[in-house]
């Protein structure tokens, strides 16, 4: 039985460790060290081009190294594959961490100290109540939920938009198109936690920053493709949107000379809010092969329909 490992290599050595110790009836494999193809049973991967999987003609499941799958050409992975989809701790802490920095720099104004410290100008801003915000998740999936169960504990109004309707204490909720504008209307800080699909690409765009109050800030941790760039800059240069923090771009990396790079209300970071973390993560994964060989049913399976 062999599962062959082809992702992040500076991470590989955790991921075969944890599989050594906890699985030794498996053969793990980290690629390019991969021993013969036609032996590996299940693939854990980032990207897996079509000629590559052409090669794993005994594949019974593809599982994503990372929470999106919009990498991931469907085309390519014949409909017998089961595609699995990233779903740890790891991923969802670092997560809620990276969003409450964020949102609780914005709500702080520390944008605005560290570039009053660099006019040497000592001002003091305001401090309203996290109670006087209201913030926005598009996304009430794995990680948008946790966002939101955190900056609940700050005091925050919160609202969450989802594609299906989903209930939660403290969170005023809203479903599908017809409610998208009604919801934006009250965030002052709205976050992008949506998997990148059809529907969602480049929804981020002129139309919904109008819909949000004027000065609100956004913060994309989604997917660089869910946002229109050139409608993104019209927007924070009138002054409807008065900052972005932006952890995803398109492309990746950013190129040198893109103008968010010099845009004194842009921050960009390397796509670094969450990742996958092995110690976490194997356990996880391995539990999900055993259900596999055991004939039960997936966890976290790719609807392949919707595309997340
Ligand atoms: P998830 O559990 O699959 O949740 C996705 C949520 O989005 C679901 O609740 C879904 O609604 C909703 N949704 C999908 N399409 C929609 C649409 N058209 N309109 C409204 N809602 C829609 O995914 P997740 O694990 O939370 O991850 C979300 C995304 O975060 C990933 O796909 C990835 O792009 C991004 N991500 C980024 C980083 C980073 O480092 N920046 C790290 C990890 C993940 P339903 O409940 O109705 O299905």
Redesign the pocket.
């Known amino acids: 039985m062999s599962i062959l490992y082809r992702s992040d290599a500076p991470r590989a050595a955790a991921w075969a460790s944890y599989f050594a110790e906890h699985a030794p009836d498996l053969d793990f494999r980290v690629w390019p060290d991969a021993g013969k193809l036609d032996e590996v049973e299940y693939l854990i991967a980032w990207q897996a081009p079509a000629e590559f999987l052409a090669t794993l003609p005994r594949l019974k499941v593809l599982f994503s190294s ?5 990498h991931v050409d469907f085309s390519a992975v014949p409909a017998r594959i089961p595609v699995v ?3 740890e701790p790891g ?2 802490n ?2 809620v961490e ?1 969003v409450s920095l964020a949102v609780l720099a914005l709500h702080r104004d520390f944008f605005d100290y560290v570039a009053a410290k660099g006019a040497r100008v000592w001002n003091p801003l305001e401090v309203p109540p996290a109670s006087a915000r209201s913030i926005g998740v ?9 966002v939101l169960e955190r900056l609940w504990t700050y005091g925050f109004r919160l609202r969450g ?6 209930r939660m204490d403290g969170v005023e909720s809203f ?3 017809d409610q ?1 504008q009604p919801f934006l209307e009250g965030c002052d800080v709205l976050i992008c ?5 059809p ?2 690409r480049g ?1 981020l765009n002129r139309k919904l920053f109008a819909a949000l109050p004027a000065g609100a800030a956004l913060i994309n ?3 660089g493709p ?1 946002l229109v760039d050139a409608d993104l800059l019209e927007a924070l240069n009138s002054g409807q949107l008065s900052r972005a923090i932006l ?2 771009t398109d492309p990746e990396p950013l190129p040198a000379e893109h103008p968010y790079w010099m845009h004194p209300r842009v921050l960009v970071t390397p ?5 996958t973390q092995p110690e976490s993560a194997a356990p996880i994964l391995l539990e999900n092969l055993r259900r596999h060989q055991r004939g039960e049913p997936l966890l ?1 399976v790719i609807d392949r329909s ?3």
């Open positions: 990372g929470a999106g799958v919009d989809r990233m779903v991923i969802i670092g997560m990276y598009m996304g009430m999936g794995s990680l948008g939920r946790a938009w989802n594609r299906s309707l989903r479903a599908g198109s998208l936690l949506l998997p990148l699909t529907t969602t929804i941790v989604g997917r869910h952890d995803v796509h670094v809010a969450s990742m976290n919707r595309g997340y």
